[in-house]
C-alpha cells in the first residue's frame, strides 16, 4: 500500500513538473495575441512587441508575463509617430487569469517597465497624441448594470509597480511648453484594489523645461519620496508624509488632488523646512553650485507658495509663489571673497485662475562683493499674454571678483570691469507687430579690462574698452579695442534692429569701421588635424578628388541675420603664411553673402586687388571673385598660393615680376577651403624681365636634353602674355608666342591639376642649328645664306610636372630641312638664270644694232630667241645663215647648261 501511494505521489509531482514546463509553452501565443487584440480593439493606435514570454515559477504563485521591444505608434493626425516604447515591461498576475477568454477582463498585480520613453505632442490646433480611445456610439451615455463593465479591459489590482531608467517628453506646440523629464526612476507599493488605501513612492529624475523659448529648468536633479493616500470612491489623491528636493533645495507638501469627470481640484502649498541661506544655493544646479555642505551663510532665505483651484479647458488654479532674503551672505571655504547685502524678493502670482493674468514682481535682487553692487528691479505683466516688461539694470563690478567669491566652471577665466546702467519698456505684441516706436531703451553698457577664454577658442579674448550706448532704435559702438592672440582690433558704428533680432529673428543692421595694425585670421581658427594639414611645396599632386571632402568639424556658415557693412584696414594681415600689407576696402555681408568690395593691399612686391562674393546660402557653399594682381614676385607668389601652383605649375621656376587677372568661382568645402576640382574660370597674365631657375623645373631641363641647339635660361620670355581657361579639373592654354635668339616658338595646350602634362610646342628652327649634315649639304650648295632657312621642330610633352616626358623627331626634320634647301637652291638658280638669259638677250640686240646686213641680223636675234624659248623655226631656202644662227643656239644652250647646273658638252664647228 505504501509503495502504491509513493508510486502516485511520484505521478503527480511528475505530472505538475510537466504541466509546470509545458504550459507557458502552449499559452505563450493565446497570452500575446489576447494582449494584442484586447489593446488594439480599444485604442486609435498600434500596439506591437517582438516577443512575449510566460513563466509559472518566477513570480509564483503568480504568473509572469514578459513583453520585449513594445512600441505604441500613433495613426492620423500624428501617422507614424512613436507614442510609447520600451525595451522590455512584465506584468504579473493569477494564474487563473491565463485560462479566461478573450472577452473576459485580465487583473494585473504588478507592473515594471524598463527603458521607457513616452513622447506627448499638442500640435497647434490643439490635437493631442495620447488621445487614442476609440469614441463609439453613445459613449456620452453613462452606462449601468453589466454595461457598465468593459470586458475588453484590465483589471488593475495592483500591489506595486517600478518604472526604471525612463524618458518622459511632453511637447505644447500651442502654447510653447516643453518638459522632459529623463532619467527617471520612479515605483510605488500600496494595495490598489482597495478603495482606499496608501501608496508608498519614490521618484529621482533630471527635468527641463521650457516656455516661448526661455529656459526655466535645465537638467535640474529633483527627488519625491511621498506617501499617498489613495480614495478610488472619490478619485482623490492626499500628499500623507513627503520628502522633495529640487537640485538640493528640500521642499515639503501638504494638500490634494481630486479628479473630477469634467476638470480637477487642486490645492496644494509647499514651502521649504528651514530658511537657511543655503536654501538658495541648493537651487542653483550643483555644476554651478558646488559642494554647499562647508559654506558660511548668514540671513534667510524663504521659499513658499500655494495652487489652488480648477484645472479645466478655460482655468488654471490661483496661485502665488514667494522667494524672500534679506540681507544675507554667503562665503565657499576654498575662495578669499564674501557676497555681502544679497536681497532677494520676487512675487510669482495669478489670483483670478487665468492663464494670462500671471505676474512677476522683482521689488529687489542685489548684492555687492567688496565695493562691486549689483541691481535689477523689474516687473511682468501678463506673463502668458501680452507679456508687458519694465526693468532697470545698474552695477559696477570687477568680473574678476565674481570666480574668487563664486565657483565658475574651470574654462570660466572672467576679468574685467563692467559698468551698466540700462533701463527698458515694452510689451511682446508691439514687438511681434514691429512696432518698435512703442518699446524704450536707453542706457548705457561700459567693459574695460575683459578677458574670456574658452577650449573653443585658439586664444583668450582681451577686450581693453569697449563703450555702447543704447536708444530706441540702435546700439552705438563707441569704441571696442581689443586684442586676440596676436590680432589687434579697434572698431566702432552702429548696430540697428536688434529688439527685431531679439525677439521676432529678423536681421541685425549694421556699419562699422575696423581697423588693425596685425590682424592674424589663424588666430580664429582651430588647430587643423593631420588630415587637414596644408601641403609642403613639393611636387605631390594635388588632390582634386570630384566629391568634397569631408571636415571633422561642422559646416561654416556666414550668419543669416547679419546685415551689415564693414570698412576695413589693416597694416598687415596673416593668413597661413601669406602677409598682406596696407590691407583696405569693404565687406558686405547680407543674406549669407559676404561681398568683398575695392580691396587693396600689397603682396608679393607688388599689389592685390581683390572684388567678389563668398556665398553660405546654397547646400554648397560657392564663391566668385576677381584678382587683379600688379608686378607680383612671381617666385614668392607661386609659392605661396596653392591656386597658383595648380594653374601654373611651371611659373614656379621662373624669377622676376607678373602681372595677372584672374576670374575664378567654384565651391567651397565645410571649412570654406577651395575645392579644387569645382574651379572654373580663366587668366591672363604678363611676365616682366623673367629668369629661369632650371633647378626647380625638370620640364626645363628635359628640353635642354633633347634639344641640343636650345639653353632655357637665354629663352625671352619678357612681355610674354598669356590667357587660359580652367574648368572641371584641366587647364587650356591659348597658345602663345616666344622667341630664343632666331628661333621662334609656339606653345599650346593643357594640363589637369594633378599636373599631368598635354603640350606641343613648334620651333622654327634655322638650318644651321641641325646639325653636321645640314652643315655639309648648305656647304655642298655654296650658298651660306641657307644656313637661315627654317623648318618647323614640333616638340611633345607629357608626362607629369615632376617626371614629363618630352618627345621630338629630329630626323624627320632634318630630311624635309633637305628638300627644302635643295628646292630653295633650285629657285634661286632659275631666278639667276632668267637674270642672264636677259643680259645676253640684251648684249645681242646691241652687236645686232652694229651689222650692216639688217636681214641677217634680224634672222640671228628670231633664231636665239626660239632657241631661248624653246622653239628652232626652220627656213631651208635660207643656207647662207645657218652658220650664224648654229652659233647663237650654242651659246645660248651653253649659258642655260650652266644656269641649271648641266655639264657642257664640247661642239664641233
Not at 568634397?548 to 556666414?558: D, L, M, N
Not at 574648368?727 to 609656339?746: E, H, R, S, T
Request: with cysteine; glycine share 8%; aromatic share 6%.
Amino acid at each position: 500500500m505504501k509503495k502504491k501511494f509513493l508510486k502516485i505521489l511520484a505521478f503527480v509531482l511528475l505530472f505538475l513538473v510537466v504541466l509546470v514546463v509545458a504550459v507557458p509553452l502552449f499559452l505563450e501565443g493565446k497570452i500575446e495575441q489576447i494582449i494584442k487584440d484586447k489593446v488594439n480593439n480599444s485604442i486609435n493606435a498600434t500596439l506591437d512587441f517582438s516577443d512575449a514570454n510566460l513563466s509559472l515559477l518566477k513570480n509564483f504563485p503568480n504568473a509572469h508575463v514578459g513583453l520585449k521591444d513594445i512600441s505604441l505608434v500613433n495613426r492620423a493626425p500624428f501617422q507614424g509617430d512613436t507614442l510609447f516604447s520600451a525595451g522590455e515591461v512584465a506584468l504579473s498576475m493569477s494564474i487563473m487569469e491565463l485560462f479566461k477568454g478573450a472577452e473576459e477582463p485580465m487583473g494585473i498585480k504588478n507592473i515594471q517597465v524598463d527603458r521607457a520613453k513616452l513622447h506627448i505632442k499638442v500640435d497647434e490646433n490643439e490635437n493631442a497624441n495620447y488621445d487614442i480611445a476609440k469614441q463609439t456610439e453613445g459613449e456620452n451615455v453613462e452606462p449601468t448594470g453589466e454595461a457598465a463593465q468593459d470586458p475588453g479591459s484590465f483589471n488593475l489590482e495592483l500591489d506595486s509597480y517600478s518604472i526604471n531608467d525612463s524618458q518622459i517628453s511632453y511637447h505644447d506646440l500651442s502654447s510653447g511648453i516643453r518638459l522632459v523629464i529623463e532619467q527617471m526612476n520612479h515605483s510605488g507599493s500600496g494595495d490598489l484594489s482597495l478603495e482606499q488605501s496608501q501608496l508608498e513612492t519614490l521618484t529621482d529624475a533630471l527635468v527641463s523645461f521650457e516656455m516661448d523659448s526661455t529656459q526655466y529648468l535645465s537638467r535640474n536633479k529633483i527627488s519625491l519620496d511621498a506617501l499617498i493616500g489613495v480614495d478610488l470612491v472619490e478619485n482623490k489623491y492626499t500628499f500623507l508624509e513627503n520628502k522633495a528636493l529640487i537640485n538640493q533645495l528640500p521642499l515639503v507638501f501638504d494638500g490634494f488632488v481630486k479628479i473630477n469627470e469634467n476638470d480637477q481640484e487642486v490645492d496644494i502649498s509647499f514651502k521649504t523646512p528651514s530658511s537657511d541661506f543655503k536654501n538658495f544655493l541648493a537651487v542653483i544646479p550643483e555644476a554651478y553650485a558646488a559642494n554647499i555642505d562647508n559654506v558660511q551663510t548668514t540671513g534667510n532665505f524663504e521659499l513658499s507658495g500655494f495652487f489652488k483651484g480648477v484645472v479645466d479647458d478655460d482655468h488654471i488654479p490661483t496661485f502665488n509663489i514667494k522667494v524672500y532674503s534679506d540681507n544675507a551672505s554667503f562665503k565657499y571655504p576654498d575662495l578669499p571673497k564674501t557676497v555681502r547685502n544679497v536681497h532677494i524678493d520676487v512675487v510669482v502670482d495669478n489670483t483670478t485662475g487665468i492663464t494670462e493674468d500671471t505676474t512677476v514682481d522683482i521689488e529687489r535682487l542685489s548684492f555687492n562683493i567688496d565695493q562691486d553692487h549689483f541691481n535689477l528691479k523689474a516687473k511682468i505683466r501678463e506673463l502668458m499674454g501680452n507679456t508687458k516688461i519694465n526693468a532697470q539694470m545698474a552695477g559696477k563690478i570687477d568680473l574678476g571678483n565674481i570666480s574668487e567669491a563664486y565657483p565658475l566652471p574651470e574654462d570660466y577665466d572672467l576679468k574685467g570691469l563692467l559698468d551698466a546702467d540700462v533701463n527698458t519698456s515694452f510689451d511682446m505684441a508691439s514687438l511681434e507687430n514691429k512696432q518698435y516706436q512703442n518699446t524704450q531703451l536707453a542706457g548705457h553698457l561700459r567693459l574695460s579690462g575683459f578677458q574670456y577664454a574658452s577650449q573653443e577658442l585658439k586664444h583668450p579674448v582681451a577686450i581693453q574698452t569697449a563703450d555702447l550706448v543704447f536708444d530706441p532704435g540702435t546700439v552705438k559702438l563707441n569704441s571696442f579695442q581689443g586684442k586676440m592672440g596676436s590680432t589687434d582690433f579697434n572698431a566702432s558704428g552702429t548696430l540697428g534692429n536688434l529688439l527685431g533680432f531679439m525677439f521676432n529673428d529678423e536681421t541685425v543692421q549694421g556699419h562699422f569701421k575696423l581697423s588693425s595694425n596685425h590682424f592674424n585670421l589663424n588666430d580664429l581658427m582651430m588647430e587643423e588635424g593631420p588630415d587637414g594639414e596644408k601641403g609642403d611645396g613639393s611636387d605631390t599632386p594635388v588632390e582634386v578628388a570630384d566629391t568634397p571632402v569631408s571636415t571633422t568639424g561642422e559646416r561654416i556658415k556666414i550668419p543669416s541675420f547679419l546685415d551689415c557693412t564693414v570698412e576695413a584696414a589693416a597694416q598687415t594681415v596673416v593668413y597661413d603664411d601669406l602677409q598682406l600689407k596696407n590691407v583696405k576696402g569693404t565687406l558686405i555681408i547680407k543674406d549669407e553673402t559676404a561681398t568683398l568690395e575695392n580691396l587693396t593691399s600689397d603682396l608679393f612686391g607688388g599689389t592685390l586687388g581683390v572684388s567678389g562674393s563668398v556665398s553660405t546660402k546654397e547646400p554648397e557653399s560657392n564663391f566668385d571673385l576677381h584678382l587683379a594682381m600688379n608686378n607680383f614676385n612671381i617666385g614668392e607668389s607661386f609659392a605661396g598660393l596653392e591656386l597658383f601652383e595648380v594653374l601654373t605649375p611651371l611659373a614656379r621656376a621662373l624669377e622676376g615680376k607678373l602681372n595677372t587677372d584672374i576670374n575664378i568661382s567654384g565651391l567651397l568645402r565645410d571649412d570654406l577651403s577651395l575645392n579644387l576640382a569645382t574651379i572654373s574660370g580663366n587668366l591672363l597674365a604678363e611676365l616682366l624681365s623673367p629668369r629661369v631657375d632650371t633647378q626647380k623645373a625638370p620640364l626645363i631641363g628635359a628640353l635642354d636634353s633633347k634639344l641640343d641647339f636650345l639653353d632655357s635660361k637665354e629663352i625671352n620670355l619678357d612681355g610674354l602674355k598669356t590667357y587660359l581657361n580652367f574648368d572641371n579639373g584641366a587647364v587650356q592654354v591659348k597658345p602663345f608666342d616666344l622667341n630664343y635668339k632666331d628661333i621662334a616658338i609656339q606653345v599650346d595646350g593643357s594640363h589637369s591639376f594633378d599636373r599631368n602634362l598635354a603640350y606641343t610646342a613648334t620651333l622654327q628652327v634655322p638650318a644651321k642649328y641641325l646639325g653636321s649634315e645640314v652643315s655639309g649639304l648648305i656647304a655642298q650648295l655654296g650658298d651660306q645664306s641657307l644656313e637661315e632657312v627654317t623648318v618647323p621642330v614640333q616638340v611633345n610633352i607629357g608626362g607629369n610636372f615632376s617626371n614629363p616626358n618630352v618627345s621630338t623627331d629630329l630626323s624627320s626634320s632634318v630630311k624635309a630641312l633637305t628638300t627644302k634647301l635643295v628646292e630653295v637652291q633650285k629657285q634661286k638658280l632659275m631666278a639667276q638664270g632668267q637674270e642672264k638669259a636677259k643680259d645676253l638677250l640684251s648684249d645681242l640686240l646691241k652687236k645686232d644694232g652694229t651689222d650692216t646686213t639688217k636681214t641677217d641680223t634680224k634672222g640671228g636675234v628670231k633664231e636665239a630667241l626660239g632657241t631661248l624659248l624653246g622653239g628652232e623655226k626652220k627656213n631651208p631656202a635660207d643656207t647662207t645663215k645657218a652658220p650664224t644662227g648654229d652659233k647663237g643656239k650654242e651659246a645660248a644652250k651653253s649659258i642655260l647648261g650652266g644656269l641649271l647646273g648641266k655639264k657642257k658638252k664640247d661642239t664641233v664647228d
